[in-house]
């Protein structure tokens, strides 16, 4: 109580003050500001679902450095989950992981490639980012076991089907074709509509109240159509993985299926070719066949945005084989491609031409800027994650859980989705993958409490 009326007072000297000066437009905001502080102390699990719902809106605030949305409110969740796990009022136990030697390994060798950066201000700005990847880890590490999976998913398919809405209405009102949304990368932004179909198809088949299913399914709509629009040939192949694996996790539900309903099966597969034929752009047909000239070598440059790729392959294998082991330092793949004969060749304009491009594959650019020891503790901690999904989906299905094995499928599916993609784009740190790394650490540890509670109560039921 005593604290309570201390920071009230404290804020009411404030907006007073503030009041007599030429900036009295920003005395409401600080009261504002300090409910909204007050609410996120109450409930700091909804700060973590502010945090998911703005990741599709970053391009909104690409031109702000310092005070964006997103880092005001992830710089008050981490000062606060400080202080709760300091006065205990979160368990300190949330802090555990099983994938913490491998991240501390994977944070201590980038540093020492940072250390050794001949560009050390792109390293500096490489390595802000990636500590920013890694508060959100430590965040939903603690906080998203206070959240019902269900919450998480919906949360991230509705942002992003915002942002759909938006993509949609830019691609049929501009000459600029694919979507992006708010963010300037096409393939970027197909990566976020590929994670959302991934969780919608749960939010559609796990609800009591068809008329919401019914509002998911018209959401998928428009996420598919959404991500046609993008073009992303990778996109096609993800998605592609995805279904096959989401098909065969509901394969035991074939059996419901009587010869009395093979009819409709056969009509509605008759109705949905020819309407996902027609739906489909005739540009993005072409793009997608495109991918058959891969047949004949990387030395093919039919396709520019082919031969780029297979030029980044080159100019990566060329920097790892010079650094193996350090790198050339965070952030400078785009230097080294600079100066190689690739970029002027492969430049998007010939009058403007873009010479400074990233490798478009996360694995190889980590390899080249931070060296193969630090590329290959990536690729652990994301083979860990997608193990520790497996594993407590096959737990889940053995205690006969079958709504939990369906949401953690689902969630696996989407960072599945996630680390596909990061073969075909840049971004160690990627919101996101981060956040649904913590989130198997969430389940597992959710799973082991499960387990211990049925043990008790077996041994106390077989003791009476």
């Given at each position: 109580?005593?604290?309570?009326?201390?920071?009230?007072?404290?804020?009411?000297?404030?907006?007073?003050?503030?009041?007599?000066?030429?900036?009295?437009?920003?005395?409401?905001?600080?009261?504002?500001?300090?409910?909204?502080?007050?609410?996120?102390?109450?409930?700091?699990?909804?700060?973590?679902?502010?945090?998911?719902?703005?990741?599709?809106?970053?391009?909104?605030?690409?031109?702000?450095?310092?005070?964006?949305?997103?880092?005001?409110?992830?710089?008050?969740l981490?000062?606060?989950?400080?202080?709760?796990?300091?006065?205990?009022?979160?368990?300190?136990?949330?802090?555990?992981?099983?994938?913490?030697?491998?991240?501390?390994?994977?944070?201590?060798?980038?540093?020492?490639?940072?250390?050794?950066?001949?560009?050390?201000?792109?390293?500096?700005?490489?390595?802000?980012?990636?500590?920013?990847?890694?508060?959100?880890?430590?965040?939903?590490?603690?906080?998203?076991?206070?959240?019902?999976?269900?919450?998480?998913?919906?949360?991230l398919?509705?942002?992003?089907?915002?942002?759909?809405?938006?993509?949609?209405?830019?691609?049929?009102?501009?000459?600029?074709?694919?979507?992006?949304?708010?963010?300037?990368?096409?393939?970027?932004?197909?990566?976020?509509?590929?994670?959302?179909?991934?969780?919608?198809?749960?939010?559609?088949?796990?609800?009591?109240?068809?008329?919401?299913?019914l509002?998911?399914?018209?959401?998928?709509?428009?996420l598919?159509?959404?991500?046609?629009?993008?073009?992303?040939r990778?996109?096609?192949?993800?998605?592609?993985?995805?279904?096959?694996?989401?098909?065969?996790?509901?394969?035991?539900?074939?059996?419901?299926?009587?010869?009395?309903?093979?009819?409709?099966?056969?009509?509605?597969?008759?109705?949905?070719?020819?309407?996902?034929?027609?739906?489909?752009?005739?540009?993005?047909?072409?793009?997608?066949?495109?991918?058959?000239?891969?047949?004949?070598?990387?030395?093919?440059?039919?396709?520019?945005?082919?031969?780029?790729?297979?030029?980044?392959?080159?100019?990566?294998?060329?920097?790892?084989?010079?650094?193996?082991?350090?790198?050339?330092?965070?952030?400078?793949?785009?230097?080294?491609?600079?100066?190689?004969?690739?970029?002027?060749a492969?430049?998007?304009?010939?009058?403007?031409?873009?010479?400074?491009r990233r490798?478009?594959?996360?694995?190889?650019?980590?390899?080249?800027?931070?060296?193969?020891?630090?590329?290959?503790?990536?690729?652990?901690?994301?083979?860990?994650?997608?193990?520790?999904?497996?594993?407590?989906?096959?737990?889940?299905?053995?205690?006969?859980?079958?709504?939990?094995?369906?949401?953690?499928?689902?969630?696996?599916?989407?960072?599945?989705?996630?680390?596909?993609?990061?073969?075909?784009?840049?971004?160690p740190?990627?919101?996101?993958?981060?956040?649904?790394?913590?989130?198997?650490?969430?389940?597992?540890?959710?799973?082991?409490?499960?387990?211990?509670?049925?043990?008790?109560?077996?041994?106390?039921?077989?003791?009476?």
């Amino acid at each position: 109580m005593l604290l309570f009326r201390c920071l009230s007072s404290i804020i009411f000297i404030t907006c007073v003050a503030l009041l007599l000066t030429p900036y009295a437009w920003l005395a409401p905001f600080i009261a504002l500001g300090c409910i909204g502080l007050i609410v996120l102390y109450r409930h700091p699990a909804w700060g973590l679902l502010g945090l998911i719902f703005l990741v599709p809106f970053e391009g909104l605030f690409e031109g702000t450095r310092f005070f964006t949305g997103a880092k005001v409110l992830g710089a008050a969740l981490l000062v606060i989950v400080a202080c709760q796990l300091i006065l205990r009022q979160l368990p300190i136990a949330r802090l555990g992981s099983t994938l913490w030697r491998p991240l501390t390994l994977f944070l201590l060798f980038y540093v020492i490639s940072v250390l050794h950066s001949n560009y050390f201000e792109l390293s500096i700005n490489s390595l802000r980012q990636m500590l920013t990847a890694v508060a959100i880890f430590i965040l939903t590490l603690v906080l998203a076991e206070d959240l019902r999976f269900k919450h998480i998913m919906s949360t991230l398919v509705l942002a992003v089907a915002m942002t759909a809405l938006i993509a949609l209405y830019q691609s049929y009102s501009s000459d600029n074709n694919r979507a992006t949304g708010l963010l300037k990368d096409p393939n970027y932004f197909a990566l976020l509509v590929s994670v959302a179909i991934a969780m919608a198809g749960y939010l559609i088949l796990h609800q009591r109240n068809w008329l919401i299913s019914l509002f998911w399914a018209g959401v998928l709509v428009i996420l598919l159509m959404t991500f046609m629009k993008t073009y992303s040939r990778s996109g096609a192949l993800v998605l592609l993985i995805v279904i096959g694996f989401a098909i065969w996790h509901y394969r035991d539900y074939l059996h419901m299926i009587r010869a009395r309903h093979l009819g409709w099966v056969l009509l509605s597969l008759a109705v949905a070719m020819p309407v996902l034929h027609f739906s489909i752009p005739e540009d993005y047909k072409q793009r997608l066949f495109s991918l058959l000239s891969l047949q004949k070598g990387i030395k093919s440059f039919d396709d520019r945005s082919l031969g780029r790729r297979a030029s980044y392959l080159v100019v990566g294998w060329q920097s790892i084989k010079e650094n193996p082991w350090v790198g050339s330092g965070p952030g400078s793949f785009p230097v080294s491609y600079a100066y190689s004969g690739y970029a002027s060749a492969f430049s998007l304009s010939r009058r403007e031409p873009e010479l400074f491009r990233r490798a478009h594959n996360t694995y190889l650019e980590l390899a080249v800027e931070s060296g193969l020891v630090v590329s290959l503790l990536f690729c652990w901690l994301a083979w860990r994650g997608l193990l520790g999904y497996w594993q407590v989906r096959t737990i889940a299905l053995q205690k006969q859980r079958f709504s939990l094995a369906s949401s953690v499928t689902h969630l696996g599916l989407a960072f599945l989705t996630l680390c596909i993609f990061l073969l075909f784009l840049s971004a160690p740190n990627h919101k996101y993958f981060w956040c649904m790394l913590a989130i198997v650490e969430v389940v597992r540890r959710y799973c082991e409490k499960q387990s211990r509670a049925l043990t008790e109560e077996s041994r106390h039921e077989a003791s009476l």
